[in-house]
């Protein structure tokens, strides 16, 4: 059974940081690429970063650039998301979901791996 669970989540002042934690599980995560998303009230959800474990190929949105990095760990298999530098608008339910890895997977916020999600992690920055 694929399982994917999403922690690191919390309350944070601006300015602050966060480690979220994707860790997998029922699938070869060589073999997979892991992208974040995250959905805000009344909003609807969008991809920020993505992951490839084949090519390690790596994607985010323009929004989080120069502040967050993913990051991959194959013998832990997680994924992590470092968000720094945390702004209001960065509240929301971040979410990770996976996909068989393919050329595109991570190449743009297009073609994100969406086969598989995990239930979400809140992350709130107080202004």
């Known amino acids: 059974e694929v399982q994917l669970v999403e922690s690191g989540g919390g309350l944070v002042q601006a300015g602050g940081s966060l480690r979220l934690s994707c860790a997998a599980s029922?699938?070869?995560?060589?073999?997979?690429?892991i992208a974040w998303f995250r959905q805000a009230p009344g909003k609807e959800r969008e991809g920020i970063s993505c992951v490839s474990n084949v090519d390690k190929s790596t994607w985010y949105v323009e929004t989080v650039w120069g502040r967050v990095t993913i990051s991959s760990d194959n013998a832990k298999n997680t994924v992590y998301l470092q968000m720094n530098s945390l702004k209001f608008e960065d509240t929301a339910v971040y979410y990770c979901a996976a996909a068989p890895a393919a050329i595109l997977s991570c190449y743009s916020g297009s073609y994100l791996p969406q086969d598989y999600w995990g239930q979400g992690t809140q992350v709130t920055v107080s202004s």
């Open positions: 029922g699938f070869t995560f060589d073999d997979y690429a």
